[in-house]
Every structure is written in structure tokens, then in C-alpha cells.
T-cell receptor, first 112, second 114 residues
Framework: DAGVTQSPTHLIKTRGQQVTLRCSPK?????VSWYQQALGQGPQFIFQ???????QRGNFPDRFSGHQFPNYSSELNVNALLLGDSALYLC???????????FGPGTRLLVL | AQSVTQLGSHVSVSEGALVLLRCNYS??????LFWYVQYPNQGLQLLLK??????LVKGINGFEAEFKKSETSFHLTKPSAHMRDAAEYFC????????????FGTGTSLTVIP
């Protein structure tokens, strides 16, 4: 049973660039949520996708956008990168917006 | 709005001693509550969850937590700490009407002293 997978594992970008992170949900899951975890902090909710639509959004600027594909995988895009965007980005999946979420290993983004 | 407070950003216990990690939540509606563990350079692993069934919840690796509505608490315990329990622990709350998005605490780093 495949768990949540994310790619790439690590990424280095410079300020102003754009980045795309990818997530494949746990087998059988159809809901994907994205979280940003800054160093030494708890994860912060970015947004959630279900049925290829953004269902919920946290307090993040429009530079953060996403997409969900028909196979339920998802992308997180961040434009005009800032130094403060450096963080671990976690993807979590669940079934039909249900409460239990399973997390992937994360993508560590460093913005220089 | 929902929120979580984890008292004690760092907790140290001796191997074999009781582990107690504190979590208090705020929610205007009945919540779902979770504990996750994070090992260095890894994602979050679900330890246990409360979803309005039994108030005493047993999880993996010998951990358990008790939901106390009157105290708005969901403290995590383990009778006897093991070296492998050293990690970061996060408490999270979610509610159905917000699509079950998680609100996490700031985490508690557990150190186990041999």
C-alpha cells in the first residue's frame, strides 16, 4: 500500500524564482492538503484540494497556488519566491475530506 | 476558530520514566484531535486520534491520550520512555465544517536520557 509521496525531496531556489512541488496521495485517497512548516514551528495549512477544486485556504498570499489532477495527485506552485518561503512543505492526503490525514515526507525548499 | 497550545517546547525524561506531553485546544464545536510524531528530516507520522468515540485513545508505540472536554485537553502519555521515542511531537485539532484542515501546535521536542 503506497503511502503519500512527494517530489523533489530537496530544492534550492533564488529570490524571485518560481517553484513547483508535487504530491501523490496515499492509495485510495482523493483529498490533498498542503502545509508549510518553518524551522522550529508547527505546520501551517496552505490549502486543500478535493474533486480538482480548492476547498479550503489558509492565510497564505496568492503567490501560493495549486492544482489537483484527475488521478488525485497535486501540485503546489509558489511564485516570486521570498527568503521567508524557505521551509519544509508537507502534503497530506485523506479520503473524501475526512478527518484523518496521512503525511508525506515533505519537500525541503531553501530560498537564497 | 480553532487553536492548539502545547505547553513545554522541550521535555526531557529518563529512559523508563513516564512521558507526559501537554496539549490544550480551543474549538467552538466538537473537535477531532490528533497527535503526530516527527523524526529528524522526516514527515509526520500519526500516533493516535480522537474522533468522538472513546475518550481514552490508544495509539502506536505504547502511547495513549485522554480527551477531557471540561479541561479542553488532550495530553499524550507513555508509561515508560524508550530511547527511540526521542522526536518532535505535534498536537493538532480539526473540525468538520472547515473541511478538517489541521491547526497544529508549535510542537514539543522530547529528549530521552539514558
Amino acid at each position: 500500500d503506497a503511502g503519500v509521496t512527494q517530489s523533489p525531496t530537496h530544492l534550492i531556489k533564488t529570490r524571485g524564482q518560481q517553484v513547483t512541488l508535487r504530491c501523490s496521495p496515499k492509495s485510495g485517497h482523493d483529498t490533498v492538503s498542503w502545509y508549510q512548516q518553518a524551522l522550529g514551528q508547527g505546520p501551517q495549512f496552505i490549502f486543500q484540494y478535493y474533486e480538482e477544486e480548492e476547498r479550503q485556504r489558509g492565510n497564505f498570499p496568492d503567490r501560493f497556488s495549486g492544482h489537483q489532477f484527475p488521478n488525485y495527485s497535486s501540485e503546489l506552485n509558489v511564485n516570486a519566491l521570498l527568503l521567508g518561503d524557505s521551509a519544509l512543505y508537507l502534503c497530506a492526503s485523506s479520503l473524501q475530506l475526512q478527518e484523518t490525514q496521512y503525511f508525506g515526507p515533505g519537500t525541503r525548499l531553501l530560498v537564497l | 476558530a480553532q487553536s492548539v497550545t502545547q505547553l513545554g517546547s522541550h521535555v526531557s525524561v529518563s529512559e523508563g520514566a513516564l512521558v507526559l506531553l501537554r496539549c490544550n485546544y480551543s474549538s467552538s464545536v466538537p473537535p477531532y484531535l490528533f497527535w503526530y510524531v516527527q523524526y529528524p528530516n522526516q514527515g509526520l507520522q500519526l500516533l493516535l486520534k480522537y474522533t468522538s468515540a472513546a475518550t481514552l485513545v490508544k495509539g502506536i508505540n505504547g502511547f495513549e491520550a485522554e480527551f477531557k472536554k471540561s479541561e479542553t485537553s488532550f495530553h499524550l502519555t507513555k508509561p515508560s520512555a524508550h530511547m527511540r521515542d526521542a522526536a518532535e511531537y505535534f498536537c493538532a485539532v480539526s473540525v468538520e465544517y472547515t473541511g478538517n484542515q489541521f491547526y497544529f501546535g508549535t510542537g514539543t521536542s522530547l529528549t530521552v536520557i539514558p
